[in-house]
């Protein structure tokens, strides 16, 4: 059973960027057929899709957010990061990784528990 | 980018009832619908994915229908535990995206 952990900062200066980590247990993050996402919401409020990279480094961003993401993979570490700069109050919320299956069309089956990152100064 | 509109918003319902939700896409996702279940405090859970099948351990009460642009998450006889917010969300055409959730209250 592919477990997923997410760890970062919980508090993040207005302007400055945001950074989180992604450790998955039970799987290989270079095993074929997967993409590796995040997604966040903030408190009280629905899911956005921010994006998800594929094992090949291929990477997948929601357009509303693209100029300030960048999503990475650390296979060595069998880790994967979300890069999100200039970041404002409204980027305030509970950040999650997922996995997704390729061949299913991006079938998410899998969720971290969960960061909660706050922007204030 | 396809919009996914969820109706009710809120839905109010006993154990024991039958609950029946909506999702509406702007245009056409296929199949490429699922449901999710998102208890507070919680991450959400895979219900139904493609419209209509059935995640692993997901109980039988648990149904999904539909096509095109119109589905249905259907719970036959509501659990106590079922009483969450739910989320209907395409995978056809990226981005990926959510309805705004439906919220089930006793």
């Known amino acids: 059973q592919v477990q997923l952990q997410e760890s970062g900062p919980g508090l993040v200066r207005p302007s400055q960027t945001l950074s989180l980590t992604c450790t998955v247990s039970?799987?290989?993050?270079?095993?074929?057929?997967?993409?590796w996402g995040w997604i966040r919401q903030p408190a009280g409020k629905g899911l956005e899709w921010i994006g998800r990279?594929?094992?090949?480094?291929?990477?997948n961003y929601n357009p509303s957010l693209k100029s300030r993401v960048t999503i990475s993979l650390d296979t060595s570490k069998n880790q994967f990061s979300l890069k999100l700069s200039s970041v404002t109050a409204a980027d305030t919320a509970m950040y999650y990784c997922?996995?997704?299956?390729?061949?299913?069309?991006?079938?998410?089956?899998?969720w971290g528990q969960g960061s909660l990152v706050t922007v204030s100064s | 980018e396809v919009l996914l509109t969820q109706s009710p918003a809120t839905l109010s319902l006993s154990p024991g009832e039958r609950a029946t939700l909506f999702c509406r896409a702007s245009?056409?996702?296929?199949?490429?619908l699922d449901w999710f279940q998102q208890r507070p405090g919680q991450a959400p859970r895979l219900l139904i994915y493609?419209?209509?099948n059935r995640a692993t351990g997901i109980p039988a009460r648990f149904s999904g229908s539909g096509s095109g642009t119109d589905f249905t998450l259907t719970i036959s006889s509501l659990e106590p535990e079922d009483f969450a917010v739910y989320y209907c969300?395409?995978?056809?055409?990226?981005?990926?995206?959510f309805g705004q959730g439906t919220k089930l209250e006793i």
């Open positions: 997922v996995r997704g299956r390729v061949g299913a069309n991006g079938l998410v089956e899998f």
């Open positions: 039970g799987g290989s993050l270079s095993s074929g057929g997967y993409h």
């Open positions: 990279i594929n094992t090949s480094g291929t990477a």
């Open positions: 245009q056409s996702v296929s199949r490429y």
């Open positions: 493609d419209a209509s």
């Open positions: 969300q395409q995978r056809s055409i990226w981005p990926d995206g």
